[in-house]
C-alpha cells in the first residue's frame, strides 16, 4: 500500500526532523526526506503554491528525494474573485480566469510527471435563497468541468465534493450529485476524490460512497482521515470513526483501488508535531488493514453481511479489532 501526504504539512516543523547545525536546506528537501524517512512515497501539491518557475524540475526533484507526485489539486484563491465562484463566477472574464488556471495546472502537472489534477470547487454554490439561477450555475459548472477535462485527456481529472465551506452550499455537495455531473459530462478521465471527513459531513456512510462510486464512476483518489461529521475537521485516521475506515478500507480493495492512500489531516491547526502525527496515520491504517486480511481470511464476514445479520458481523468485526 501506498502512503501520500502534502509536502506542506512536513515543511511546517523543520526541525522536528533535521539535524541541528546542517547546512540549510530548501523545504523540498527537507519535507521529502522527512517524508521518505516515515514510510510516504508519494506527494500531493498544490498547483500554483508549491511547482514555482519550473515543474519539470520540481517533479525531479522530489523524484532525486524519493518520492513521486501522485498529483496536483486546485485551490482557487489566487484572485479575490473566486469568493463567489471560480468555474460558475457570474464575471465571465473570471470564469475564464479560473479555467485557464485549472488548463495551466494541468500543463504543470504534466511538466512535474503526474498525470492527475483533483479539482475541489469548494467556491462555486451560494449562500443566499434567491442570490443564484440554480440552472446557470450548474451548467456553467458543467461546462467548466468538460473544457478542462478535454484539454489533456491523458490527464485524470478527479472531483473532490464537499457539502460546504466556504459556501453555504456547495454545488457538488455529495457523491449521488457529483456522480450525476460525471454521468452528465460522460468522459473517461473523470472519476472522484472521496475525502473520508466530507463523506460524514455529508451525512453519508463511507463504504457505501465507494460502492456507489465504484458502480458509476472511479475512485481516482482517497483521502483519509476523521472528525465528528459536523466540519472538515482532519483529524487523525481513525480517531473517531474507526469501524467504518475498515469497511471503507475493505470495500475499496475488494473494488480494486490500488492508488495511494492520501493523509489529508490538519496536524498543523493545533500544534501536533507532522511528522509524529503522519507516522501515527501510516500505522495505523497498516493495522487496519492487516484487520481487513483477518477479515477476509475466511467466509464468515462476507456470509454474516449476505445475512444482513449485524449481530454477527458486529462480532467479527470486533474479534479481528480488538482480539476478542
Known sequence: MRFATRLNSFASQPDAFWPKGHGKPSPLEMAARAATARGLTDVDLNFPDHLGPDPRATGNAIRDLGLTVNGLAMRYYSNPAF?????????????????????RGI??????????MT???????????FQADYAKLWADEIDGIRE??????????????????????????????????????DLPNLGVTLDFAHVLYADEQPAFVAALIGRHSRILGLHLNDGYAKRD?????????????????????????HGPIYFDTFPDLTGLDPVAECEANI??????????DTLEGDNALSAA????????????????????
Open 119 to 129: 479539482l475541489w470547487l469548494g467556491q462555486d454554490g451560494f449562500d443566499y435563497a
Open 148 to 185: 478542462v477535462a478535454l484539454h489533456d485527456p491523458e490527464c485524470l481529472i478527479s472531483i473532490e465534493y464537499k457539502p460546504n465551506e466556504p459556501r453555504s452550499y456547495s454545488l457538488l455537495p455529495d457523491c449521488a450529485t457529483t456522480l450525476l455531473a460525471l454521468k452528465e459530462i
Open 83 to 103: 469568493k463567489i465562484g471560480a468555474f460558475t463566477n457570474p464575471d465571465p472574464a473570471v470564469r475564464r480566469e479560473a479555467i485557464d488556471l485549472t488548463k
Open 305 to 324: 453481511v449476505a445475512r444482513q445479520d449485524a449481530v454477527a458481523s458486529q462480532n467479527l468485526v470486533r474479534k479481528a479489532m480488538l482480539g476478542r
Open 283 to 292: 500505522a495505523t491504517v497498516t493495522a487496519m488493514l492487516g484487520v481487513v
Open 233 to 257: 475537521d482532519g483529524l487523525m485516521v481513525g480517531a473517531v470513526h474507526p469501524v467504518q475506515t475498515i469497511e471503507l478500507l475493505r470495500q475499496v480493495r475488494k473494488d480494486g483501488f
Open 107 to 116: 500543463d504543470a502537472g504534466r511538466e512535474a510527471g503526474c498525470n492527475l
